[in-house]
């Protein structure tokens, strides 16, 4: 008696490597999006925008005017190297050691980047210093002052350029506060001027989140992929077994 040749099984590995290669590409795209997250630059420090500046030195200008302080930001990597000076005097010119400015409150932001094979974690360090007819409690109750504005640590290292242009508008409000100079007059817009459009509010998801976006896509993928490969190894399955009782009843 002939013994009836049994039908090869479905392979049942090849569905678990497709699943297990889909899986791989999900966690280099993860991995992908945490090293490029950032801009192409690294742990290089962004200057503020021209437009963010541009708008920043008038107001500062006006506060001037008003109160008879020069005010001004300065924005450094690590290791004391500048990325953008500013003051009421124009865009690249600092208020320290300038004889047009004998009283000066400046803001300062030391931002310091780490490589992602490091185990330190980025950091901001902020603070305001001033002309020396300013006291050391009026510069710290202004430097203080800038968290009730939102400017924590966390925001100069996500935003270094927009939170120092931020702060620095903020300077002439909180020097007025501690007592050391008057109100600074409220900053009146050219009438013939035409508002700027908003920024597009969709533009932050994608540079923020994209990375998010395209590991959920993959997560989806791999589980469209699991449906199939069961789908199709269970027709195979259902098809083998007619087929193995047919030839063993010969």
């Known amino acids: 008696m002939t013994t009836a040749k049994q039908p090869a099984k479905p392979k ?24 490029f997250n950032r801009d192409s630059g690294g742990t290089t420090v962004p200057a503020p925008a021209a437009d963010e500046r541009a708008d920043t030195v008038p107001l500062l200008a006006q506060a001037t005017a008003s109160q008879g302080i020069c005010y001004g930001w300065r924005l450094e990597e690590s290791f004391l190297s500048p990325v953008s000076v500013g003051s009421n005097l124009g865009d690249g010119v600092a208020v320290e050691e300038d004889d047009r400015c004998p009283r000066w409150v400046q803001v300062r932001a ?5 490589a992602e094979s490091s185990e330190s974690s980025d950091s901001a360090t902020i603070t305001v210093t001033g002309s020396g007819d300013f006291s050391r409690a009026d510069l710290y109750a202004v430097q203080t002052g800038l968290t009730r504005f939102g400017l924590h640590e966390d925001v100069f290292v ?11 508008v903020a300077l002439p409000l909180l020097v007025a506060e501690t007592g050391a100079a ?6 009146t817009a050219d009438p013939g001027a035409v508002a700027a459009p908003l920024p597009d509010t969709g533009s932050d998801f994608w540079r923020d989140r994209w990375g998010t976006v395209l590991a959920a896509a993959g997560l989806l993928l791999v589980a469209v992929l699991l449906i199939t490969v069961g789908f199709v190894q269970r027709g195979r399955q259902r098809a083998a077994t007619p087929a193995g009782r047919f030839r063993g009843a010969r």
């Open 182 to 187: 008057p109100p600074a007059a409220t900053p």
């Open 110 to 114: 030391r931002i310091m980047y780490t």
């Open 158 to 168: 996500d935003d270094p350029g927009w939170a120092i242009c931020r702060a620095a």
């Open 12 to 35: 049942q590995n090849v569905g678990a490597w497709v699943v297990w290669i889909v899986v791989g590409l999900v966690v280099v795209v993860c991995v992908g999006s945490s090293l």
